[in-house]
């Protein structure tokens, strides 16, 4: 069965930097589609980032610029790079991947990927 684990949160002080590491196991494609969202206490979830099959990238607008996606398809891991971060980043981030294959997702679309992991908690301080 499709595993994902979560690390690499933690708090940091804003304009700080965080990578965050997904290992992913139990799947068989490397066009699967993955990405990252997060959620905030009291709020809905919000994608963050996603990899379409074609492994395209598109980000939510207010981390543009600042996030990057990646992954390594040798290692499993899906990986995302928080640059500049800002006290509005705060939240459990999850990692998530489907087996569709999927062109021009959006990142809305990664909190209904079909499996995420357990999350790993964000914390930025103004």
């Known amino acids: 069965h499709v595993q994902l684990v979560e690390s690499g949160g933690g708090s940091v002080q804003a304009g700080g930097s965080l990578r965050l590491s997904c290992a992913a196991s139990?799947?068989?494609?490397?066009?699967?589609?993955m990405g990252w969202f997060r959620q905030a206490p009291g709020k809905e979830r919000e994608g963050v980032a996603g990899l379409d099959s074609d492994s395209s990238a598109r980000y939510l607008a207010s981390v543009r610029g600042r996030f990057t996606i990646s992954k390594d398809n040798e290692k499993k891991i899906l990986y995302l790079q928080m640059n500049n971060l800002k006290p509005e980043d705060t939240g459990v981030y999850y990692c998530?991947?489907?087996?569709?294959?999927?062109?021009?997702?959006?990142?809305?679309?990664?909190?209904?990927?079909?499996?995420r992991g357990q999350g790993t908690q964000v914390t930025v301080s103004s």
């Open positions: 139990g799947y068989r494609s490397e066009t699967n589609c």
């Open positions: 998530s991947i489907d087996g569709r294959y999927m062109k021009d997702i959006q990142p809305e679309d990664v909190p209904r990927f079909a499996y």
